[in-house]
């Protein structure tokens, strides 16, 4: 018994040894590993996002100055036609026609003037003789002078009609894309009344869009300074970005801004020219303009991914010397070149927690791998 007895305990013994061994062995766990870094610093520029349209800089409606019956149409449907093609022939015999009565009558006029001269002549040769008498001199004065205004005035019909037998060919005041045909061969053209077709300018192009008052107030006191009090918004380049995000933006500049808010939206009409080589952009393409909404300034730009919900707060986590972790709470901005802008909160001196976040907690020392985030996000 007794030897069984000082066997158990040495088995008891023997276990509290290895279990006290095991306990100071384990330690506290080691620091979380965690991707750091600082801010991005540099000058930014706010942008501001409407959605507008594209207009043409000119459009007209194609219409005939003189009535005849359309003879021949000479453009391609939807094609782009420049500034003095022939599009439409209206018949102009009849116009030929009366252009050759115009000469003939200037014509007769010149033979009516070349006689009248030649009697007045005669007769001032005469009168000084007394050969005629002086109320015959002042007849036949007053027959030149007569016959030198029917010259004026057969000149102005010829001028009529050469005008009307031009007018029968109709061109294309400038270059554009055109329409469909309006009126077929064959039907009665009215002067100043028919629309035979439509043609749109392309390039440059104009975008319009609309933006609040409070925001149109903001970019206008923005742009005052000494040397400007206009209070208008001067023109600067902006960009444009299509439904179709796989097309590169366009850039142009603003060149318009209306003279009145609009009492119905409470918006005011703002427009853009932009280049339009390629002829892709059309009127009436919805787009999204990105216009300058803030001077130039020193931006603090971090991932989304650094930043934490802390119920209606948003926070990023700092580090300290000692790596250890404190909430820092932020405001943040717009996007800007894939980072979130910092408004307030961070000084850009900062080393913050861009990845691991849900390992951190306020307090905590963390073992940072340090990186260096490049000026635009990928």
Same mark, same amino acid.
């Given at each position: 018994?007794?030897?069984? $007895?000082? +066997?158990?305990?040495?088995?008891?013994? $023997?276990?509290?040894?290895?279990?006290?061994?095991?306990?100071?062995?384990?330690?506290?766990? *080691?620091?979380?590993?965690?991707?750091?870094?600082?801010?991005?610093?540099?000058?930014?520029?706010?942008?501001?996002?409407?959605?507008?349209?594209?207009?043409?800089?000119?459009?007209?409606? @194609?219409?005939?100055?003189?009535?005849?019956?359309?003879?021949?149409?000479?453009?391609?449907?939807?094609?782009?036609?420049?500034?003095?093609?022939?599009?439409?022939?209206?018949?102009?015999?009849?116009?030929?026609? +009366? !252009?050759?009565?115009?000469?003939?009558?200037?014509?007769?006029?010149?033979?009516?003037?070349?006689?009248?001269?030649?009697?007045?002549?005669?007769?001032? $040769?005469?009168?000084?003789?007394?050969?005629?008498?002086?109320?015959? !001199?002042?007849?036949?004065?007053?027959?030149?002078?007569?016959?030198?205004?029917?010259?004026?005035?057969?000149?102005?019909? =010829?001028?009529?009609?050469? !005008?009307?037998?031009?007018?029968?060919?109709?061109?294309?005041?400038?270059?554009?894309?055109?329409?469909?045909?309006?009126?077929? @061969?064959?039907?009665? @053209?009215?002067?100043?009344?028919? @629309?035979?077709?439509?043609?749109?300018?392309?390039?440059?192009?104009?975008?319009?869009?609309?933006?609040?008052?409070?925001?149109?107030?903001?970019?206008?006191?923005?742009?005052?300074?000494?040397?400007?009090?206009?209070?208008?918004?001067?023109?600067?380049?902006?960009?444009?970005?299509?439904?179709?995000?796989?097309?590169?933006?366009?850039?142009?500049?603003?060149?318009?801004?209306?003279?009145?808010?609009?009492?119905?939206?409470?918006?005011?009409?703002?427009?853009?020219?932009?280049?339009?080589?390629?002829? !892709?952009?059309?009127?009436?393409?919805?787009?999204?303009?990105?216009?300058?909404?803030?001077?130039?300034?020193?931006?603090?730009? +971090? *991932?989304?991914?650094?930043?934490?919900?802390?119920?209606?707060?948003?926070?990023?986590?700092?580090?300290?010397?000692?790596?250890?972790?404190?909430?820092?709470?932020?405001?943040?901005?717009?996007?800007?070149?894939?980072?979130?802008?910092?408004?307030?909160?961070?000084?850009?001196?900062?080393?913050?927690? =861009?990845?691991?976040?849900?390992? =951190?907690?306020?307090?905590?020392?963390?073992?940072?791998?340090?990186?260096?985030? *490049?000026?635009?996000?990928?």
């Amino acid at each position: 018994m007794r030897l069984v $007895s000082a +066997i158990v305990a040495a088995i008891a013994l $023997s276990g509290c040894g290895d279990n006290g061994d095991q306990g100071q062995a384990g330690g506290p766990p *080691p620091p979380p590993k965690v991707t750091a870094a600082m801010p991005v610093v540099k000058d930014i520029m706010e942008m501001d996002d409407f959605t507008g349209r594209f207009e043409a800089v000119d459009s007209v409606d @194609v219409r005939a100055r003189v009535s005849g019956y359309l003879d021949n149409i000479h453009f391609e449907e939807g094609t782009v036609v420049k500034a003095g093609d022939l599009l439409f022939t209206i018949d102009p015999r009849p116009y030929q026609a +009366i !252009l050759d009565g115009a000469n003939a009558n200037l014509n007769i006029a010149k033979t009516e003037f070349n006689f009248a001269s030649k009697e007045l002549e005669r007769a001032q $040769s005469l009168v000084g003789r007394g050969d005629i008498s002086r109320s015959t !001199l002042d007849q036949r004065h007053q027959n030149f002078t007569t016959a030198q205004a029917r010259i004026e005035g057969a000149k102005a019909d =010829v001028r009529r009609a050469e !005008l009307d037998l031009e007018f029968t060919e109709i061109r294309a005041p400038f270059t554009g894309r055109i329409s469909i045909k309006q009126v077929s @061969v064959g039907n009665l @053209v009215k002067a100043d009344d028919t @629309v035979l077709t439509n043609i749109v300018s392309l390039d440059p192009i104009h975008f319009y869009f609309d933006v609040d008052e409070r925001s149109y107030l903001a970019y206008a006191r923005n742009q005052l300074d000494e040397n400007s009090a206009s209070g208008r918004i001067t023109p600067s380049d902006v960009s444009v970005i299509l439904s179709d995000k796989t097309l590169k933006a366009r850039t142009g500049r603003l060149d318009f801004v209306d003279n009145r808010i609009d009492q119905a939206s409470g918006t005011m009409r703002i427009r853009a020219v932009f280049p339009n080589h390629d002829l !892709l952009l059309q009127p009436g393409i919805f787009g999204k303009i990105s216009i300058p909404g803030s001077p130039l300034y020193k931006g603090i730009l +971090i *991932p989304d991914e650094a930043i934490a919900s802390d119920q209606d707060r948003r926070i990023v986590y700092v580090l300290d010397d000692a790596n250890v972790v404190s909430a820092q709470v932020i405001r943040p901005g717009p996007r800007i070149d894939g980072y979130r802008v910092v408004r307030t909160g961070l000084t850009g001196m900062e080393r913050i927690v =861009v990845d691991g976040l849900t390992r =951190v907690r306020p307090g905590v020392k963390v073992d940072p791998a340090m990186v260096d985030l *490049p000026p635009i996000k990928p």
